[in-house]
């Protein structure tokens, strides 16, 4: 299994352990990672900056269909060739939480729906995240170039081009 580095937002402790691994508990959020050709969709979230589309899970909801409700309400993006490629182990004092991640490609841009989520979407590529990225660090870097990688290998003839 591939390794990644570990990584902090504020005191909390955050891991990345890849697919096939899957928490052991019902995940409370999920991040998105949904590439237009080599580049990524970015979200101006209030109170966090530029980041990939992300949120909750909530109770009526998988994490994919999380996945996909974030990414239209925050983004304005629908999703094609959906993959699941991880999760986040986030741990601060002894609460532990996970956060499932996905990869995909966008099938198509629309408006945002949620205008207080959201300020505003832009596709952007790796190199320039670190100047945007409102938490970018070694392991953020790691996650971005792992879920390309898995973007560029999906054999869904949909997905190619």
Not at 78 to 102: F, K, M, N, P, T
Not at 113 to 130: C, D, F, H, N, R
């Amino acid at each position: 299994m591939k390794r990644f580095p570990t990584g902090s937002f504020g005191r909390q402790r955050l891991q990345f352990f890849p697919a096939p691994f899957k928490a052991p508990l019902r995940t409370f959020a999920v991040l998105v990672f949904a590439w237009a050709g080599d580049r990524v969709v970015i979200c101006d979230i209030e109170d966090r900056g530029w980041c990939i589309p992300s949120g909750r899970v909530e109770p009526d909801e998988n994490s994919m269909e999380a996945a996909r409700r974030e990414s239209i309400e925050e983004a304005g993006v629908h999703l094609d060739c959906v993959q699941y490629i991880g999760c986040y182990h986030i741990s601060e004092r002894r609460e532990v939480r996970w956060a499932d991640c996905y990869a995909a490609k966008v099938a198509k841009v629309g408006e945002i729906e949620m205008a207080e989520e959201s300020k505003g979407m832009k596709m952007v590529t790796i190199e320039e995240l670190p100047n945007l990225y409102h938490l970018w660090n070694p392991l953020t870097e790691a996650v971005f170039n792992y879920s390309y990688e898995v973007v560029q290998r999906l054999s869904d003839p949909r997905c190619r081009g």
